[in-house]
């Protein structure tokens, strides 16, 4: 049974940082390319970020370049989102999403998810 369980969320001020964490169980996970996705309440699934298998190839949304980054340790089945410089319009439910795919930015595309992780930025 493939599991992806995410966590890190939580409050923070704006300009602050967080790290999530999303923890993959029941899947071969280094041959699965990895995506952080958000929902906010009343808005669609918005792509965050994407990272190939091996990590060598990183793709991020508009709304989050050169403040989010997207790492994976293969020998810990995790996937990492370092999250600086967070804006009050960050807040959202942060989702975990497998693909053995090439990475996307579509949620279609991905097969697992996690339940997701709670992140409040305020003001």
């Known amino acids: 049974q493939v599991q992806l369980v995410e966590s890190g969320g939580g409050l923070v001020q704006a300009g602050g940082s967080l790290r999530l964490s999303c923890a993959a169980s029941?899947?071969?996970?280094?041959?699965?390319?990895m995506g952080w996705f958000r929902q906010a309440p009343g808005k669609e699934r918005e792509f965050v970020a994407a990272?190939?298998?091996?990590?060598?190839?990183?793709y991020y949304g508009d709304s989050v370049k050169a403040r989010f980054t997207i790492s994976r340790d293969n020998a810990k089945n995790t996937v990492y989102l370092q999250m600086i410089s967070l804006k009050p319009e960050d807040t959202a439910l942060y989702y975990c999403?497998?693909?053995?795919?090439?990475?996307?930015?579509?949620?279609?595309?991905?097969?697992?998810w996690g339940q997701g992780t709670q992140v409040t930025v305020s003001s």
């Open positions: 999403a497998a693909e053995l795919g090439l990475y996307s930015g579509l949620p279609g595309d991905y097969r697992y």
């Open positions: 990272i190939n298998w091996r990590g060598g190839s990183t």
């Open positions: 029941g899947l071969t996970f280094s041959s699965y390319s």
